[in-house]
């Protein structure tokens, strides 16, 4: 989550104050314990190195390094457990003069937790980690989509988090005579079963009067010869049939038919026979081969192949292709609303995708009006992967930082507007700021980030007795040089104060 003010100054000053030691040798050392890490496991390994700087050569460097050692593991010692946000440590004689001592020993507890775990024997300090705290850290949602798949993540300051990844099992377009079957596949007409190859239009074949629930024949009324690269066979104990990935068979699922393209369907699905009974699926095996395949429309919309109810409509099939795309996006947004809803600090929403299905999906994805309200940008890329994410943070800069700028301006625009409208409600006069603050009156306090550093403590120190918000202002807007320019000290009040 995002620091606070007061965190981040507290920060601030202890790096600003750790910067300025640099020593004569390679000898102040920097610990840092993870959240949640064995601090015993620490102290046994402060004290394998105490052992190995035994072997420093240099008898000063040596000492310096041991003591600073030694004091650390003191404080190991000392603790029972690590603390809660994990713990860095700093020793070392800090002596701008050869010979002369210095020490000082540090033991600092982040506001954040810390995700590092590192020893370091050096010249400086290491502080890295806990600059990296002090970068914006403002959450963001992630979603990157596309027909077949998608992945939802956070932005939490520069870093993306991958929350979830799921394919869609949306099949791909197709239009007529991509629903085919082998032209050995048998069908039954009123002569008698022939292959579908031999079948012509105006001949009549089994099919089935679903309203009706009753076998009947239907005509032919179109038919032709695809050639495919892959091809789906498959078996029940006593029918097989050969057909395109994309061709739709009926599955009997709970006491209903319901229709689904081959290639998405699982073993021990139930298919309908000849005698509306249902047959267990046993075998199902994709095959990469080139092969000659036929497909018929029929007036019923469905017919019989190789004693197996299947369908032929590609309307019919494009139809099924939106429900289950409509079905996944449903789910992406269930799963957005698990994620992001109750999520403090989300800042706002972005998406992504290649072509329209990004804005398909927040057309019929059923995302709640709150998320939905929290969409910032929708942008063109590529791909809907972890590697999709990255490019939708790459392109949505400009969206992220005006985003930080439209925070500050709003509290600026309030400020301004309240000492237009309700002055007694507001201040920015040192004395009248001091007096408030005091009386426990002021609700924020603002803060120019070009004041002096002793003059941003000062007031931070009071606001933190009293529990009072602070807003450091920039001057990157106009609003925050007009504040600078107004003496870059203001403060909204809870009350009006004499």
């Known amino acids: 989550m995002a620091l606070s003010e007061e965190e981040k100054l507290k920060i601030e000053d202890f790096l600003e104050e750790m910067k300025s030691y640099r020593a004569r040798h390679t000898e102040l050392i920097s610990v840092y314990v993870p959240k949640g890490f064995d601090i015993n496991f620490i102290t046994r390994q402060l004290e394998s190195e105490k052992s190995t700087a035994a072997n420093i050569k240099g008898t000063g460097t040596r000492k310096n390094v041991q003591d600073a050692l030694e004091s650390l593991i003191r404080i190991t010692k000392g603790m029972k457990q690590t603390p809660k946000n994990g713990i860095a440590l700093f020793a070392g004689n800090v002596s701008k003069i050869e010979g002369q001592a210095n ?16 020893y370091r024997c050096d010249q400086t300090f290491v502080l890295e980690p806990l600059e990296e705290m002090l970068e914006i850290k403002e959450l963001y949602g992630l979603v990157v989509i596309e027909r077949q798949e998608a ?31 082998s032209p050995d596949s048998l069908v039954e007409t009123k002569k008698g079963q022939i292959k579908i190859g031999s079948l012509e239009v105006g001949d009549e074949i089994k099919a089935l009067d679903i309203a009706k629930n009753k076998i009947i024949f239907t005509k032919c009324v179109n038919k032709w010869q695809n050639s495919k ?22 599955l009997w699922i709970d006491d209903r038919l319901v229709e689904m393209p081959a290639d998405i369907i699982k073993k021990k699905a139930i298919l309908l026979n000849y005698n509306l009974k249902g047959e267990e699926i046993i075998k199902i095996k994709i095959k990469k081969q080139n092969i000659e395949l036929i497909d018929i429309e029929t007036e019923a919309g469905n017919f019989f192949a190789n004693g197996i109810l299947v369908h032929n409509s590609a309307a019919r099939y494009g139809r099924i292709r939106e ?8 789910k992406v947004a269930n799963v957005m609303k698990e994620e992001f809803f109750d999520l403090k600090g989300l800042k706002g929403i972005l998406v992504g995708g290649p072509g329209p299905t990004k804005e398909d999906f927040l057309k019929e994805g059923e995302l709640v009006t709150a998320l939905k309200e929290k969409v910032l940008a929708v942008k063109d890329i590529g791909y809907a992967d ?28 309030n400020f301004f507007n309240m000492l237009g409208k309700e002055k007694d409600k507001t201040a920015y006069k040192e004395e009248d700021i001091e007096k408030a603050l005091d009386y426990g009156a002021v609700d924020i306090l603002l ?44 403060a909204v009040l809870r009350f009006k104060i004499q």
């Open 103 to 118: 020490f000082i020993t540090e033991a600092f507890e982040p506001p954040e937790e810390l995700n590092v775990r590192l």
């Open 151 to 181: 992945t939802i993540g956070l932005l939490i300051g520069k870093k993306i988090k991958v929350l979830q990844k799921f394919d869609s099992m949306v099949p791909g377009k197709t239009n007529k005579g991509g629903q085919c079957l």
């Open 229 to 250: 690269d892959r091809f789906i066979e498959i078996a029940t104990a006593n029918n097989s049939i050969i057909s395109s990935l994309e061709h739709l068979f009926f």
């Open 323 to 330: 429900n289950i795309a409509k079905e996944f996006f449903r």
């Open 386 to 413: 972890e590697h999709g994410l990255e490019l939708l943070v790459g392109v949505s800069g400009d969206v992220i930082s005006e985003q930080e700028i439209y925070h500050e301006k709003k509290i600026m625009e």
């Open 447 to 490: 803060l120019s980030k070009k004041l002096k550093k002793e003059i941003i403590k000062k007031y931070e120190k009071k606001a933190t007795e009293t529990g009072v918000k602070i807003e450091l202002v920039s001057v990157d807007t106009p609003e925050g040089i007009q504040f600078w320019n107004l003496g870059g000290v203001g």
